[in-house]
């Protein structure tokens, strides 16, 4: 950008040069031509030349103003301004320097909803601690009024395996003994759902039950608590019906829960990874040591979801091959093939050893497109959006640098 | 003031054809905005300048999506009218 004052000899100049014509001629030109606008200016009050816009004057009305100095006011009288509205082609020629930028939308609808996606996990893992706070408080209760009914209830809550700081594990404990009860009271035919779950899925699935579980407990808790002073027999009725409860509400939430997510299998894995580590948050804020069940469910989940993402990305199969023209871009490929501008990084990594920059790619170049894990490019998952802008800083940096 | 009619005028006072007069508008015009997309400004004597004026990109919200959109920097004409056309305009009678 220099900023030099060309003058209408400069122009005369550059005319006579192009036109074939002597200077003097291309200046008497350039003259007669600011001559004859400044005076139709002045008759018409307007004039409007192609390739160069519009004049106008307009009329501005007076207005009172202050005197910076004095503070003193003033009236500015009624006069006449001329404005200038460039024609859109003389725009356009001037806005060359910045004509390849476009305006960037910066809440992008997919981002939207991912938001609203984790408020609502948020909300619903919130809701399910505060339930595990109240349950809590309501088995501390029981526990002080259960050694003067019942001592053998007592002994199976306070087992020596479960540490008493532990409120999940603790819960959880609760849960299976109750199941055990039930095995024992009715001959329901369940089989070893209350067994603390030996696989991993088994574990998965106790672990997604005890959510609504939990809501079951709540209620049926509640009402207990409200009720135990009445009579002793009725609590002992209501334990068992509760029990019944939670054992025939497992399999239905499990019916349901793969009902709505069992389409979409992936997604679901997805979900569990976001899901888990909220849920490790959780759980961690408690200051709690951990009991065997949930701590191996803990270190268990990450490492099977969290793969797609932390694993060096190979990029082996192409879906497509793109020939790089003026006026494309990677993020625009990016895009066209994975859904979202951000998985441009992907694409230059597959293509590292063809761009040297990615910001300056020369024309002719041809871009493999890679075939991408879809879970590595899931617009609705936020991990990936996260990760894909991640590696774009980290190389934007770099090549930063390297331009320095 | 149309353009036909700046090229007639132009025309009649020089003793050069329409058509020529009509190329060499056009080779004045792309010129000068060339010049201006370099960054330079042109001073026409007796008329005004025109200069290019940089604005900075910024951030805009739509009130009614709350939609927040980062335009970004762009470069625009602005013609500044010499002191004696402004104050013949000033003193010119109002017009409409």
């Not at chain 1, 301004?81 to 320097?97: A, C, G, L, Q, W």
């Not at chain 1, 609590?235 to 239905?252: D, K, R, T, Y």
């Not at chain 1, 020939?323 to 694409?347: C, D, H, P, Q």
Request: aromatic share 6%; glycine share 4%; with cysteine.
């Amino acid at each position: 950008m220099n900023n030099e004052k060309l003058t209408l000899a400069n122009i005369a100049a550059y005319l006579a040069q192009q036109k074939g014509i002597t200077k003097k001629v291309a200046i008497s030109f350039l003259q007669q031509l600011t001559e004859t606008l400044g005076e139709e200016l002045l008759r018409d009050g307007e004039v409007k030349v192609k390739g160069l816009g519009l004049f106008k004057i307009e009329w501005h009305e007076s207005r009172m103003s202050v005197n910076v100095q004095t503070g003193k006011k003033y009236e500015i009288a009624g006069h006449n301004k001329i404005t200038f509205t460039p024609d859109k082609s003389m725009r356009e020629v001037v806005n060359k320097p910045f004509e390849h930028l476009e305006p960037i939308v910066m809440d992008n609808e997919p981002i939207s909803a991912n938001d609203t996606w984790m408020d609502d996990e948020e909300l619903r893992l919130k809701r399910f601690s505060e339930q595990a706070q109240e349950i809590l408080g309501i088995i501390a209760d029981l526990q002080q009024i259960q050694p003067e009914d019942k001592n053998q209830t007592s002994q199976t809550i306070e087992t020596p395996t479960v540490s008493p700081t532990d409120p999940v594990a603790h819960i959880q404990q609760n849960v299976s003994i109750d199941k055990q009860e039930i095995e024992q009271a009715s001959t329901s035919t369940t089989t070893n759902i209350a067994d603390s779950a030996k696989t991993i899925v088994q574990k998965k699935s106790v672990e997604k039950d005890s959510i609504p579980a939990c809501s079951d407990e709540k209620i049926m808790m509640e009402r207990m608590a409200k009720q135990v002073p009445i009579s002793n027999k009725r609590w002992v009725a209501l334990s068992i019906l509760f029990a019944v409860v939670v054992v025939i509400s497992i399999p239905i939430y499990y019916y349901f829960f793969v009902m709505n997510h069992g389409d979409d299998a992936t997604q679901t894995t997805t979900v569990l990874a976001s899901t888990s580590s909220t849920h490790i948050k959780t759980i961690a804020a408690i200051p709690v040591i951990h009991s065997k069940p949930t701590a191996t469910k803990v270190s268990t989940q990450p490492t099977l979801t969290s793969n797609p993402l932390t694993q060096s990305r190979t990029y082996k199969e192409t879906i497509a091959t793109e020939t790089f023209k003026e006026g494309s871009r990677l993020t625009l490929m990016a895009l066209k093939y994975y859904g979202n501008k951000l998985f441009w990084v992907y694409i230059y990594e597959a293509n590292k050893d063809k761009i040297a920059n990615p910001d300056c790619i020369s024309a002719g170049t041809h871009i493999k497109i890679p075939k991408l894990n879809p879970k590595l490019i899931d617009v609705h998952n936020p991990q990936c959006l996260i990760q894909a802008s991640a590696l774009q800083t980290t190389y934007t940096k770099r090549h930063a640098i390297q331009a320095k | 003031m149309t353009h036909k009619e700046l090229i007639a005028d132009l025309s009649s006072k020089l003793l050069i054809s329409e058509n020529d007069i009509s190329e060499l508008l056009d080779t004045t015009f792309t010129t000068m905005a060339n010049e201006m997309s370099k960054g330079n400004s042109v001073h026409m004597q007796g008329f005004g300048t025109f200069e290019p004026h940089r604005k900075e990109e910024r951030l805009t919200i739509n009130p009614r999506t709350k939609v927040r959109t980062l335009i970004p920097p762009k470069q625009v004409v602005v013609f500044k009218p010499n002191q004696t056309l402004k104050d013949k305009v000033k003193e010119a009678p109002r017009n409409e």
